[in-house]
């Protein structure tokens, strides 16, 4: 569980209804932004307005997508790094075909599938040809999911303004009784409040975190195609450290600290 999404996510609604209780009526004054046609509208109309414009798998994927920002992602740059440093090694003193061993070791099915094309003597642009590929297609797969919530985002403000119109609409026809008006006006406002609590309490706060994701885990996969294609082309193990430590930041590049790229 990634406690900086949760924490984000619970102390933007506890900010909201602390503001509400800090009100004139008190925690009373909860009962006014509480409205069951105003979230129908609102959040129905959003996401029904979504699921028109795409799949009913894309709906579905797009939906599942959210425990995706409460993960923790396993993404450990560094840690790749000095996997593929530790394979060229292996390579460099045992060749390339002892790579088809080590990789049984390895879980994550990217950087297996291109330790087998190394292996299995692949040329090396077509082994890029093959990983960019896949990579590529992760990718557009990971913006579906994103999309979907910036969509959602779109659409939660301006449903809310469609439910707004109809509670003026309301109030119009009912304009006779004055004493009416300022809590029949009070309702109507409340859609566009939902919309853009929608909007900004989770569905973009969401697709920034997915998109952070996504921005990592495609680093790491680029890490893992250039360190093949190094190794394959049988370059030092200190010169394919290097090359593949300019992909993180300096701090990270210090944390990492100097590696065994020179281990023979």
Partial sequence: MDIATLLGVVLCIVFV????????????????????????????????????GCTMKEFINGLKSIGVSFKLPALDAAGIIKKIIDLSNVARKEGLLSLEEAAGDIDDAFLKKGIMLVVDGTDPELVRGIME?????????HKKNIGFWDNVAAMGPAWGMVGTLVGLVMMLYHMEDASTIGPAMAVALITTFYGSLMAN???????????????????????MIEGLLSIQAGENPRVI?????????????????????GGE
Avoid: H
């Fill in 17 to 52: 209804i602390v503001s509400i209780f800090l009100g004139q009526d008190g925690p009373a004054g909860i009962k006014y932004f509480l409205d069951a046609q105003s979230v129908m509208i609102t959040v129905g109309g959003a996401f029904a307005a979504v699921l028109t």
């Fill in 133 to 141: 590929t896949e990579m590529v297609s992760i990718d557009d797969r």
């Fill in 201 to 223: 309490w989770i569905c973009t706060p969401v697709a920034t975190k997915l998109k952070v994701i996504n921005n990592a885990e495609m680093q790491v996969k680029e890490i």
């Fill in 241 to 261: 450290e290097e090359k593949l430590k300019s992909f993180l930041s300096p701090a990270e590049r210090s944390a990492m600290g100097s590696g065994d790229g």
